[in-house]
């Protein structure tokens, strides 16, 4: 992670970013502060490190202005665990506050996650060898030259040797193996299983934590069984190859590296954390504000920095980066509670898209609609373009409905694209077969949805 933050300055950053997402350009600067201040902070002064503290970021905008995106690309681009939470998920009824250490279990795992995959793309190629071998070894066993077989006359006439020809013999079914030649043979391997078994508790409440221990520490004890499965050498090559990779890699080197890597560079991104802002009044009150508060209060410690057990080991969040956003439609950022304010001193506003950004989101970005309608539409060997003005129209018409109906942002244009484009994805292949050209025009765009601008009642259901 050092090494690519180091080779990304916050305009390159933001430049990336740009690649996904249209506007929201205050949000992407002070994102991509927030991610250089990491390598700044790895490559301070010792004595510095640890007090040198994120500046977590509060984004504040309506739903579909591109807050999740944001911070899903910046993780990406930082190579950084990342874990969504909805905030609200810890306001139902009998759990208030309900193990919101959760997330940071979940951000350790996925941590794990990225640091095994990258130990088996190090250790792939000698994993590929030993499943090449295991597989020879089934199909053509090994034969060991006999002891003193290379003494006297009679076997120095004999030029190939039974090791030498079986070795010859291996070596051509290992080509056939590499080059697919053999992959739908069938043969048999040992497959190990875990025993372990689904373990319920009776009588009290226990948490997540200790269930997740109860049943590794059972699993551990319980006997890995082998059983014979009979596959095709291509299906083969997979599960042994996660095997021989697992075999390979040094699991408490992963966990200890998985725990440095998210508390060096994990980003939790809690959502709706308006949910969970209750509206001061001054009237008192209690119920749901009283649930609400206590979640806030059961955020605090691990947003202001803790320690939290999980399964790989303690985890400190005093470095990971948060990001909390919500619409704020009925609550403020200010009915928040002073200390979680606090501890979020970046506070962004993100703009509502206009009828041009929708436009340029439809256009622009690598990932745009009408682009995975053009690949989606090209596995069946049909090619789909769409004209300017037609990109135009289905802009306007995305725009006019969020504005008459609800705002959801650059969600709607999923929705209208989705209407638009329906009956050439019912048609294809049976109707409109290989080899068509479908072009959509600002005539089609009017004639397939302005319909459902006009009709108000209609439009109501409409996503």
């Known amino acids: 992670m050092t090494q690519s933050l180091k080779d990304l300055t916050p305009r390159q950053i933001v430049a990336e970013l740009d690649q996904y997402i249209i506007g929201q350009n205050d949000a992407k600067r002070n994102v991509a502060i927030a991610l250089r201040n990491r390598w700044r902070r790895m490559n301070s002064p010792a004595d510095m490190q640890n007090e040198i503290t994120p500046n977590n970021i509060l984004m504040i905008g309506a739903t579909g202005v591109g807050k999740t995106e944001i911070a899903r690309r910046l993780a990406k681009i930082a190579d950084a665990p990342f874990i969504k939470v909805e905030a609200s998920k810890f306001t139902e009824v009998g759990y208030v506050g309900r193990d919101v250490e959760s997330m940071v279990r979940d951000l350790v795992e996925q941590s794990v996650n990225m640091v095994r995959n990258a130990k088996k793309e190090a250790v792939q190629v000698k994993a590929q060898q030993q499943v090449e071998d295991a597989i020879l070894d089934i199909l053509i066993p090994p034969v060991k030259p006999a002891n003193g077989q290379h003494l006297g006359f009679e076997n120095e006439k ?5 090791a030498e020809l079986n070795e010859r013999t291996r070596e051509r079914f290992r080509e056939k193996i590499r080059s697919g030649e053999m992959d739908d043979r069938k043969i048999d391997i040992d497959v190990q299983q875990n025993q372990a078994p689904n373990i319920g508790v009776m009588g009290g409440a226990i948490d997540d934590l200790s269930m997740m221990n109860i049943q590794e520490m059972i699993g551990n004890m319980m006997p ?3 059983k014979k ?3 095709s050498i291509a ?3 997979k599960i042994l190859l996660e095997e021989e990779a697992a075999k390979l890699i040094d699991m408490d080197e992963v966990k200890e590296e998985a725990i440095r890597k998210a508390e060096d560079a994990g980003i939790i991104f809690i959502d709706e954390i308006d949910k969970v802002a209750s509206a001061r009044s001054g009237n008192g009150g209690g119920g749901p504000d009283v649930s609400r508060e206590g979640v806030q209060r059961d955020l605090l410690p691990i947003v202001e920095g803790s320690a939290v057990n999980t399964k790989y080991g303690v985890i400190h969040t005093d470095h990971i980066l948060f990001i909390a956003a919500g619409a704020f439609h009925v ?3 200010s009915d928040l509670i002073p200390e979680l304010q606090g501890r979020f001193p970046i506070r962004v506003e993100l703009q509502s898209l206009s009828e041009g950004d929708f436009y340029q989101i439809l256009k622009e970005p690598k990932n745009a609609l009408t682009k995975q309608y053009e690949a989606m539409l090209a596995a069946e060997n049909v090619e789909l373009s769409f004209q300017d003005d037609a990109l135009r129209e289905l802009a306007h018409i995305a725009f006019e ?8 942002g650059a969600r709607r244009l999923q929705t209208v694209l989705s209407h638009l484009m329906n009956d050439f994805m019912f048609d294809i292949p049976d ?7 479908v072009v959509v025009t600002k005539e089609l765009v009017g004639e397939k949805l302005n319909g459902l601008v006009k009709n108000r009642d209609l439009s109501q259901f409409i996503l």
Do not use: H, L
Request: no cysteine.
């Open 158 to 162: 004999k030029p190939d040797s039974d």
């Open 431 to 437: 109707v409109i077969g290989a080899n068509a050209k």
């Open 401 to 408: 409905v969020n504005s008459e109906v609800e705002n959801i």
């Open 229 to 231: 499965r009979k596959v």
């Open 331 to 333: 609550a403020k950022p």
């Open 235 to 237: 299906e083969a090559r």
């Open 224 to 226: 890995k069984k082998g």
